[in-house]
């Protein structure tokens, strides 16, 4: 895993406590949504390319699940001090099938190492 660092223009994480609560729902909001994206593309190619309904019943809990994705976004972006399009690339992540996931690590190892340079006993997610 490659080593993120925190650059000067980045101030500390203050409430080191309700940020980890934050990262970890983000987290498990990422890959679930992920999983969620991957299975609505499964269904778009069942549906249209097969003419098979079978998981028709999904794109409506897709929805839910990305609008709580959007939120654990919101929550963790504010929390630790993103930037407003840095928060809006990071909820556009969720559209694309895979970019989730490298999104959510990306963002847990940014996101650690200034909890970690904010200050001790900061302990990783996942």
């Known amino acids: ?20 609560k934050r990262l970890r729902f983000f987290a498990v909001m990422a890959i679930t949504v992920g999983i969620g994206l991957l299975l609505l593309t499964l ?6 390319g097969f003419s098979n309904d079978a998981l028709s019943w999904w794109p409506t809990p897709h929805g839910f699940i990305f609008m709580v994705y ?19 690339l990071v909820m556009l992540a969720g559209c694309v099938p895979f970019l989730s996931f490298w999104v959510e690590r990306k963002m847990v190892a940014e996101t650690e190492a200034r909890m970690a340079a904010s200050g001790p006993g900061v302990r990783s997610v996942g």
């Open 1 to 20: 895993m490659t080593e993120t660092r925190v650059t000067i223009d980045q101030p500390p994480i203050e409430d080191l406590d309700g940020a980890r």
């Open 43 to 48: 269904e778009v190619i069942l549906h249209y």
């Open 70 to 88: 959007v939120l654990s976004v919101a929550l963790l972006g504010f929390k630790v001090g993103w930037s407003l399009p840095k928060i809006l």
